[in-house]
């Protein structure tokens, strides 16, 4: 156990045991923490970027990450291998950064989509323009009677109550079949996101 008052020097971190680990986090001692903090950061930094090839959006992320430790300190007691834990945080946190990205990357396209007078940034026109490719080159590759469904779905706007009608098959068929478009899009949307964002 660490005496009270005394702590490790930031190499002296990695050979705390988990134990240990997790009552240097729990007290509110916010030098302690931030020997953590400077002993794990690069760390978890260096990971997120091999990912993003993002660092200023890493160290953002890297902060949220460690921000959120400090606030939920006295719940870490649960945590049998921290420093697991602080890489599998810092992995949920990137997802939500990418999520976000996605999700204005979809605004920005549809803004510019319904009004022409639009006034966006290079960047932005640049990352929408990218992102419809990519989305439409995985549509090109769906099965034949699932691409058709989903452009008449989501391009011309049709209920799945016409498109069964038009093709004259069940509505569940096409409701299967739109369920399975989604799908394929949004598991490849993450990596679709990371490649345009290393790519700018």
Known sequence: MIE???????????????????QLLSDDNPAAFELVFLYYYPKVKFFLVGF???EAAAED????????????R??????????????????NEMLNYIKKVYTSV??????????DQYSYSPEAEYVATELSSVLKSIVAKMPSQ?????????EKGMSNTEIAEV?????????????????????NILIVLIAILSAH
């Open 146 to 154: 699932q691409k058709i469904i989903f452009r008449m779905s989501r």
């Open 61 to 72: 992320i890297v902060q949220d990450v460690f921000l959120k430790l400090w606030q939920q």
């Open 74 to 91: 006295k719940e870490l007691e649960r945590v049998s291998n921290f420093s697991a834990f602080l890489f599998r945080c810092a992995k």
């Open 106 to 115: 979809l605004y920005v396209e549809k803004e510019m989509l319904d009004d």
């Open 52 to 54: 993003l090839k993002d």
């Open 4 to 22: 009270k008052n005394t702590l490790p020097t930031v190499p002296g971190v990695a050979m705390l045991t988990n134990q240990e680990m997790i």
């Open 167 to 187: 093709l004259n098959i069940k509505k569940r068929t096409v409701e299967n079949h739109l369920t399975l478009a989604l799908r394929t899009i949004r598991q």
